[in-house]
């Protein structure tokens, strides 16, 4: 999935007329933040949205998971990073694009 959002990114890049080293760039750094969110959804998936902490004390507690916030800020600046690269979700050349 990776590659084909990879691929599709760089195909959209042409299709404008928008080509370079630099924005291949930050086509690569939207990627790594594809691949951050991937991590933070896993995490999610596995602990929920809430967990449980234990203090030094021994108390347990439960608060939220810090993935979500993490998540909610990563999905922004991939949204920041497409608007630099003018691409709109909807203009796939390939596959949707999943964000």
Known sequence: ??????DDLLAQ??????EGGYYTDLVDDYMG???AKQGLLQDIRERGVAV???TNAGVTNVRKNDSV???VKVNA???KL?????IK???SAGEDIVL
């Open 1 to 6: 999935m990776r590659k084909t959002i990879r």
């Open 13 to 18: 890049l042409s299709m404008n007329g928008t």
């Open 33 to 35: 933040m594809w691949d």
């Open 52 to 54: 449980e902490v234990t």
């Open 69 to 71: 916030g993490e998540l």
């Open 77 to 79: 600046q991939m949204l």
């Open 82 to 86: 497409l608007d630099a690269l003018n």
């Open 89 to 91: 979700p909807g203009q």
